[in-house]
């Protein structure tokens, strides 16, 4: 609407500014005493501000809306990547997907800021001038018309060429992102083997067709470009050479003339700007489609509940003749069933790849079952809300990380107002006192300060994160791996100690007899 508005302005303050100006003009070279008429000086004032007004707010409010947009539009796809069962419908991998949402939200904030507008403008504008024309002098506004069907002919072949340029760049594009992303994750790999020479020659060969295609992109816009130009240019010379031959005859003012020829290139220079910017946003083109399907997934999600309930009591969890295929895998895992209730201790035991850890994925909510059904307190876990959830639960991953500024709030996460007594104590009962007791540890970035860190240190840390916190349901995957006999117990011992604060299941291959289990699995008996 702003855009509409302002496009409208501009195209009325250039009429009125053309007519104050033919008038000036033919005044002057008509008038020997040379007055100056006051009316045609208010005119050319009142169009020179209506054009600044237009030109000064217009661009402003459009950007901002853009932002706006793309901002929602970045918060829409990483609320459906936030979704694992709306993350595993998108055939993009993820770093595609992080090209959409940095690279692609600004080129679609960049389309919407600049050819959107240019869009609207390049509709009105010569409708408004042509509607002056026909009033004013019905002959040029034929000849206008006339011409003026035709460019949006040409703008057709010439964008659908440049649509689909557009397409093959971003897709180039993406497949050289997503390559070099690969290619940086396994350069340890590539190194070992002697491969790595020929990553290079294959990524520089994925350049050089993303140049090609980009290239072949900037010459088409050129092309449109040109045509448009010519076009134009010929459209124009057809009226002056109409008006020229009836001011000839005297059939025709010389102000009026004057006016008609200023304003005339008005008419085209809309679509002139509209098939630029159309080139220059051109990356958004292709990446909002992507951005939109990619937020409406999650918009097609049906709706889960904020939460099982509001209490902090631990959760009784449920598995009914659940079952789970995955893509690295023959063979399903499953069925499984089993009751976890409120407060108990479980402990999964197997062979590695039985389905320990994927059991734990499934009660985070990071996938779906294939079949049957898990429920939390008596509700549909896929019918809660995953972001809540997660917040519930207590986590200790195999491979844990220490996200953050530093090491005590690498630590706090799920717990910020931890005072630093109570993390030293709880460091100290799993002994690690001797790690967190340095001098400004806990205040130095994790990368830095945990890099000599050993792996049971690391593990122990992690569980440490983990006791802090909400925790009505604990997940410990290999809790006691890559730990001595005294660290095995200092950790049992500290989690013995809250076992009935939380409903606690355990994956391990260690002996766990020490803690009062509950319920103990042995997957390999459900594993087809």
């Known amino acids: 609407m702003a855009s509409c508005a302002g496009g409208v302005l501009a195209t009325v303050g250039t009429i009125l500014q053309a007519i104050g100006l033919s008038r000036l003009l033919s005044s002057a070279l008509e008038d020997s005493s040379h007055a100056v008429s006051q009316h045609a000086v208010v005119l050319v004032l009142v169009g020179l501000t209506a054009i600044t ?3 000064g707010i217009g661009p402003l409010l459009t950007t901002t809306t ?50 959107f507008p240019a869009l609207v403008v390049a509709t009105a504008a010569p409708c408004i001038v042509l509607v002056w024309l026909a009033a004013t002098d019905p002959l040029s506004a034929g000849i206008v018309l006339a011409t003026v069907v035709v460019l949006p002919i040409f703008m057709v072949l010439l964008g659908r060429a440049a649509a689909a340029k557009m397409d093959e760049t971003w897709e180039r594009l993406a497949t050289l992102t997503s390559h070099f992303a690969d290619v940086v994750a396994g350069m340890r790999t590539l190194r070992s083997f002697n491969r790595e020479a020929r990553q290079l020659d294959i990524l520089a060969a994925a350049s050089e067709e993303l140049t090609s295609s980009t290239m072949a992109t900037v010459r088409i816009a050129l092309l449109s470009s040109f045509t448009l130009e010519l076009l134009s240019s010929i459209a124009t010379a057809l009226v002056a050479v109409g008006l020229g031959i009836r001011l000839a005859n005297g059939s025709i003012s010389l102000s009026v003339a004057l006016a008609i020829l200023i304003v005339t290139p008005e008419v085209y220079l809309p679509l002139r700007r509209a098939s630029a910017q159309f080139h220059e946003a051109a990356d958004g083109v292709a990446a909002a489609a992507s951005l939109l399907d990619l937020g409406d997934r999650c918009a097609t999600r049906p709706a889960r509940a904020d939460a099982v309930d509001t209490t902090s009591q631990p959760a009784s969890v449920t598995f009914a003749d659940v079952t789970v295929e995955l893509s ?98 709880l460091g100290d009962e799993l002994g690690l006192l001797h790690l967190l007791d340095r001098p400004g540890i806990l205040d130095a970035p994790p990368h830095h300060a945990l890099r000599e860190a050993s792996t049971g240190e690391r593990r122990r840390l992690a569980l440490l994160r983990t006791l802090l916190g909400p925790r009505r349901l604990t997940l410990l995957d290999e809790p ?49």
Not at 100 to 115: E, I
Not at 353 to 367: M, Q
Not at 505 to 513: E, G, K, N, Q, R
């Open 53 to 55: 007004v237009a030109l």
């Open 328 to 425: 690295d895998r023959t063979t399903p895992i499953g069925p499984l069933s089993f009751t976890a209730g409120a407060g108990t201790v479980t402990w999964l035991d197997g062979p590695s790849g039985v389905g320990k850890s994927t059991v734990f994925s499934l009660l985070l909510n990071l996938i779906d079952p294939h079949s049957g059904t898990i429920t939390v307190e008596g509700q549909r876990l896929n019918q809660v809300n995953a972001t809540w959830w997660r917040t519930q639960v207590a986590w200790l991953p195999q491979h844990p990380t220490f996200p953050g500024t530093t090491v005590a709030d690498a630590l706090t996460m799920r717990a910020p107002t931890t005072s630093r007594v109570e993390l030293l104590s």
């Open 480 to 528: 006691l791996a890559h730990l001595d006999e005294a660290s095995r117990a200092a950790v049992l011992t500290a989690i013995a100690r809250r076992c009935g604060e939380s409903t606690v299941i355990i994956a391990s291959h260690h002996d766990l007899t020490p803690l009062p289990i509950d319920l103990h699995l042995h997957l390999e008996r459900f594993a087809r």
């Open 66 to 115: 853009a932002s706006a947009a793309g901002a929602t539009l970045f918060r829409r796809a990483t609320t459906a990547m936030s979704d694992p069962a709306v993350a595993r419908t998108i055939p993009q991998d993820r770093t595609e997907v992080q090209l959409l949402c940095t690279k692609g939200v600004d080129a679609t904030s960049t389309y919407l800021a600049q050819y």
